[in-house]
């Protein structure tokens, strides 16, 4: 088991998750807000094995140079930047422990998505992923104005969705994006809520990606079209439809949504200490997500806004 503390830097909902899945899991944790943090005080603190940054998505960079120099491994949340400069930094920067650090997209431990890796998807010449729900619903007593997600840099929903994206390229790699169209507000500029993403391989498959904060019903699907059949797949319900010309067959998951966070944390444990972790093929090792990363800086990058909403959103 792991010696020494795991710093979890953030104190949001996704902070006190992993502060206690980890806990769950028998690692000494300490919670702190980024507004309480020192990083000289933390740099000179001898008790510290690892760190998870659940901060906004603009505190990223000074935590990874902290990391690397301590040699500490870490567990970044998704997105890691949401410009292709901002990425290519940290991941030179990551660089002395990327190996035993990980990014947090966790959809690469839904039972449905190691379903489909462990499936022969050659045949699939097109794909969908959509997202959507209406995000003045999303908390109890919280405010979008308020959140991180209202910012114009660092927020919007392709950042805050970005889980579609890296499950794309996850089962298709050599994914590029080919545009971008944003639908924006005009109480928020810069803001996206709702962006759909068309992307393609060299000699693969075309989709898009499509994420929207509008949906009155929420929604979590993706469809993939193939030479030999047909996948349709609900995140929500959880279940897998594969129909071929001789009839169709559905299966059914059955997990609880945190399960998907304790593995990743599992796995993290793993690589701090050492150890091999679960071999999962998706895991989200940081040495292995540079492209993920930059993909989604480059589809935010490439955003068009071709409408602005005036809804009150809160």
């Known amino acids: 088991m792991v010696s ?19 806990e769950r899991l028998g690692a000494r944790v300490e919670q702190m807000p980024w ?53 290519q930094a940290i991941h030179a920067a990551a660089a002395p422990v990327a190996a035993r650090s990980m990014v947090g997209f966790m959809m690469r431990y839904h039972p449905a998505v190691q379903d489909l890796v462990a499936r ?22 919280w405010r979008f104005a308020d959140s991180y ?17 890296d499950m794309a390229l996850a089962l298709f790699p050599g994914l590029t994006v080919q545009s971008a169209q944003s639908i924006g507000h005009l109480g928020f500029p ?32 993706a469809g993939l079209r193939g030479m030999d059949g047909i996948l349709d797949l609900d995140f929500l319900a959880p279940a897998l439809t594969h ?7 559905t299966l059914r998951y059955s997990f609880d949504r945190n399960d998907m966070f304790l593995s990743a ?22 040495d292995r997500m540079e492209t993920s990363t930059h993909l989604i800086a480059a589809a935010w990058e490439a955003r068009t806004f071709t409408a602005q909403l005036s809804h009150d959103m809160g």
Not at 158 to 165: G, I
Not at 243 to 249: I, Y
């Open 4 to 22: 020494g503390t795991i710093l979890v830097i953030g104190a949001g909902s996704i902070g006190k998750r992993h502060a206690g899945n980890l």
């Open 265 to 286: 944390m599992r796995d993290f444990l793993a690589l701090v200490d050492g150890r091999a972790p679960s071999g999962n093929p998706l895991l989200p090792r940081f």
């Open 149 to 165: 997600a209202a910012k114009p840099q660092g927020g919007g929903v392709l950042l805050d969705l970005s889980h579609e994206l």
């Open 190 to 221: 810069g803001v996206d809520f709702a962006t759909r993403i068309a992307l393609a391989a060299p000699n693969g498959p075309a989709g898009t990606v499509a994420m929207d904060y509008l949906s009155p019903v929420s929604l979590r699907r």
């Open 35 to 87: 507004r309480a943090c020192d990083l000289h005080d933390i740099a000179k603190r001898t008790d510290v094995t690892a760190m998870v940054i659940a901060t906004a998505t603009q505190i990223r960079l000074e935590l990874v140079q902290l990391c690397a120099q301590k040699g500490w491994p870490f567990y970044a949340e998704k997105p890691l930047a949401w410009r292709v400069d901002q990425a």
């Open 120 to 141: 022969d998807l050659s045949h699939i010449y097109g794909f969908s992923f959509e997202i959507g729900h209406d995000v003045r619903q999303w908390r109890a007593n």
């Open 243 to 249: 129909a071929t010309p001789k009839g169709s067959e």
